[in-house]
């Protein structure tokens, strides 16, 4: 069965930067489509950032210049580098790989996510 699993999340101030992790078991993940969501109180799940097997990113405008979405496919782990953060930014972030053409349809059920939440 297919495991994803988040970490790295926390409590930090605003200006603060963390780094998140997603452990991937059960696929074939050098191969996959790789993002990372989040879902803020009262919003809905958004597309963070992916990353393709070849290297090539995307991210949502909120987040450009902020963030940086990275994979090693010898540790089956995408991460996402945090920097910058602001207040707005707290939501559980959660990893998935992404199918279809659009890029942002998750494949598999969710994991349990890992909270981020930034202080004023």
């Known amino acids: 069965q297919v495991q994803l699993v988040e970490s790295g999340g926390g409590l930090v101030q605003a200006g603060g930067s963390l780094r998140l992790s997603c452990v991937a078991s059960?696929?074939?993940?050098?191969?996959?489509?790789m993002g990372w969501y989040r879902q803020a109180p009262g919003k809905q799940r958004e597309l963070v950032a992916r990353i393709t097997s070849g290297g090539s990113t995307y991210y949502a405008d909120s987040v450009k210049g902020r963030f940086t979405i990275s994979r090693d496919n010898a540790k089956n782990t995408v991460y996402l580098q945090m920097n910058s953060l602001k207040p707005e930014d707290t939501a559980v972030y959660y990893c998935?790989?992404?199918?279809?053409?659009?890029?942002?349809?998750?494949?598999?059920?969710w994991g349990q996510g890992t909270l981020v939440t930034v202080s004023s």
């Open positions: 998935n790989v992404i199918v279809g053409v659009v890029g942002v349809v998750p494949r598999y059920s």
């Open positions: 059960g696929i074939i993940f050098s191969t996959n489509l």
